[in-house]
């Protein structure tokens, strides 16, 4: 699965009202590091929540992984083109057809059928070499979120190609994230973040302050935006190729590969999406990284309460293009 490039850095409030105190909480997962923050009254309580939140994770990778060998989802794979249904658990039934709708309405440009696009690519970035023209046409063939059928009334899944590869990579982050956060209001916890290795999902206002404060750094610089985000109840996700890339034959690839063409994008282009939904949020990041900018910002408006920045280099120099309403994300400027 892949890991976002952007460095998101959370900056808390400390203050303390009435009996609600601040927990966090670190793990190693999915091969990302999870900050979790409860806001609670009782550290015990805090500390079993944050305990069965990790176990979530746990159990959700053991789903979704495409690096575990005996994830069901490479079980799931390793039938592709063998003509039968696989049942599958209800979690990797919903977000393989979470995604397969996310591909229809981006035209393609985010598929987690790319899987064997995208490890051609990481080998190509480990070995500082081009993949080879045969190869990267071998791996094209097996792309196609058309390959992939479902059976709803069995909560089974076809994959109609041998060799077919499903990288869950560009949505499971916020997925997951999001089913942490539910987990933690059904629990009593209101106030709770989960940075999900740059995938961020937030729930309530804590106690005190206005929101939580959420700062990106941007393309071709390592200082914050001089407007961190102000979250309520939300999701952001930012991805682009700031720090995962590999340059080869003095072309700059990113991490993020285009479906529709087999290669690692080179534009050179930092999204940031925010969300109520923790899953739009992560997929359209990935989306609106491969699509013309004119067609990112289309695709962002059938979705609610959901805007786009996209950052591009131009000259030399970042450009910004912003949906509509993204502006009112940003923290208040202090008067």
Known sequence: ????????????????FGQWRKFSFQQPKMGSMFNLVIYGTDSLAAAGAAAKAYQLIDTLNLMYSDYLPDSEL????AAAGLG?????STPLYNIIRTAYDAAAWSGGSFDITAGPLVRLWRQARKQQKLPSHEDLLAAKRLVGYRYICFDGSRRAIRLTKKGMQLDLGGIAK???GQ???NQLQKSGFPYALLDAGGDIVCSGTPPGIDGWTVAINMPGSESLMSRPLLLQNGAVTTSGDLYQYVVLQGTRYSHVVNPLTGYAITNNRNVTVVSKSGVVADWLTKACTILPVADALKLVKRFRDTEVQIACIEKGQPVFYRSILFDRYFLPEKR
């Open 74 to 77: 490479n079980r799931l794979c």
């Open 84 to 88: 039968q249904w696989t049942t599958v």
């Open 1 to 16: 699965m892949k890991i976002l490039s952007a460095c998101l850095l959370l900056l808390f409030s400390i203050p303390v």
């Open 179 to 181: 089913r942490v956060i």
């Open 174 to 176: 916020g997925e997951t």
